[in-house]
DNA sequence: TCTGGGGTCCTAGGACCC
DNA sequence: TCTGGGGTCCTAGGACCC
């Protein structure tokens, strides 16, 4: 059996623990820039904000409804997220981390332990401890355990937010209840088309003919279909090693100039080298994408990505702002308004286990003067040392006007308690 | 004026090999 | 008139997830 619990309303909850008075008040998170909505209570969903508004069109609503509006602060989600996935870590030996606020738990020789039992315990757990509401689902296949953490969440008085799907008359009924678009694997795509041939739930999913499922879906929605009929197809995926890493950002404004995007994408490169030297990783190709703003139908449209195969594999700052500025060169064209650009690595090698190549390869000063940038930044802050073709002026002009409090990571933001 | 960011996997089709 | 067969590797694009 696998489990998966999963932390309700994960971001909302986060702003919660510190400021009480907001529990059942409506609550949203907003994305970088303070752009568009990314989370909501349960509260701020009932009085109708939906999922990636747009904050400026919602702005008044806000207003009306009550609604309290948070800048998204990842420093404090990442550490909450830390301590209920530490709590999680006692409940079996095998645990996938699937995501900031999600763990599959899988439950091997547990055959006479009382599940429910079990599911009730972690979320006791969870919340005592870190103030965290989670729901758990338990069921023979992950896909089906989301299905069984959908029903914890979706009905928390009937189960107590904890459901087990361990017999078929329980498994139907679900199906049953599920709708397609609900299903984990489906997205807006195939259930669009799966309506239109008249599937609506996951029950009628399951009733197609699985060479029509992989004609329409490729083996992935055949996977779906096969876990939802009990076969467990999806194991446990462990230690996760990146495949790729990205810093890709919209701007503030449209940029027109080679320049402005030359001084961004050698910013992005930079991270994304910070990035690779922190993992110990050196990549062998980077990307770099330009993109003109895809909501406004009105302006005309360019969007490019070009992949550099790199003649050696490096993490340093200097070669990476290098190559990316001799692609970017290659894709910019002139007479459009750029809204949003981003360098993506990809392709790594350990650090310590490159391949000397006979005709070209990294300038080995670089590895000690990168060694020197990284504790010059760490001991005096982000970003303190950089390339002259980065922005010396520029401060991070990131938009976050509704930031809570570094509660759990900030010493002098620590909550004071007054008796 | 203002619409996020960071990931994964799969497939088709092109380029190439003998 | 008539132009093989069997592969591999790579990339872009599309789907999905949170």
């Not at 702005?59 to 301590?83: C, I, P, Q, W």
């Not at 429910?116 to 972690?122: L, S």
């Not at 939802?228 to 462990?238: F, H, P």
């Not at 990146?242 to 100039?257: D, G, L, M, P, V």
Request: hydrophobic share 40%; net charge positive.
């Amino acid at each position: 059996m696998y489990a998966l619990v999963d932390c309700n309303n994960f971001y909302a909850s986060c702003e919660r623990l510190f400021r009480p008075d907001l529990i059942g008040k409506p609550i949203v998170i907003l994305s970088n820039n303070d752009g568009c909505v990314i989370a909501r209570s349960n509260e701020a969903k009932a009085v109708g904000i939906p999922m990636g508004a747009p904050a400026y069109q919602y702005e008044k609503a806000f207003k009306e409804k009550g609604v309290h509006v948070f800048s998204a602060n990842f420093t404090l989600y990442g550490d909450m997220s830390n301590r209920v996935m530490t709590v999680l870590s006692d409940y079996s030996p095998d645990m996938e981390i699937y995501s900031i606020d999600e763990a599959f738990l899988k439950l091997q020789g547990f055959d006479y332990f009382d599940l429910p039992e079990y599911g009730k315990n972690m979320r006791t757990k969870v919340t005592q401890w870190t103030g965290i509401p989670v729901s758990v689902g338990i069921a023979p296949t992950k896909t089906l355990a989301k299905l069984a953490n959908q029903i914890a969440k979706k009905f928390p008085s009937e189960t107590g937010g904890t459901y087990v799907i361990d017999n078929e008359e329980k498994r139907i009924k679900a199906l049953k209840w599920l709708k397609i678009n609900d299903v984990w694997g489906i997205g807006r795509q195939h259930a669009k088309r799966l309506q239109a041939m008249g599937v609506h739930t996951a029950f009628d999913f399951i009733g197609l003919e699985d060479s029509n499922v992989k004609k329409m879906m490729s083996v992935v929605g055949l996977r779906t279909k096969k876990e939802l009929e009990g076969q467990s197809v999806l194991g446990l995926e462990q230690v996760q090693v990146k495949q790729s890493i990205a810093t890709t950002r919209s701007f503030e404004s449209n940029y027109t100039e080679l320049e402005q995007l030359s001084e961004r994408i050698a910013t992005f490169a930079s991270f994304c080298a910070e990035k690779l030297r922190k993992q110990k990783m050196c990549c062998r190709s980077v990307a770099v994408f330009i993109q003109t703003n895809k909501n406004r139908k009105d302006l005309p449209q360019y969007n490019r990505k070009l992949l550099l195969k790199l003649p050696f594999a490096t993490n340093s700052t200097l070669e990476l702002v290098k190559f990316t500025q001799q692609g970017l060169k290659h894709i910019f064209k002139k007479g459009y308004a750029y809204k949003k650009a981003g360098v993506i690595v990809h392709d790594f090698v350990e650090e310590n286990q490159i391949q000397m190549s006979l005709f070209a390869n990294r300038n080995p000063r670089h590895i000690s003067l990168m060694k020197v940038i990284d504790r010059l930044n760490l001991n005096h802050g982000q970003q303190k040392v950089r390339l002259a073709s980065q922005d010396l002026q520029r401060v991070w002009k990131m938009k976050q006007l509704k930031l809570s409090p570094g509660y759990t990571t900030q010493l002098n933001e620590v909550i004071e308690i007054r008796v």
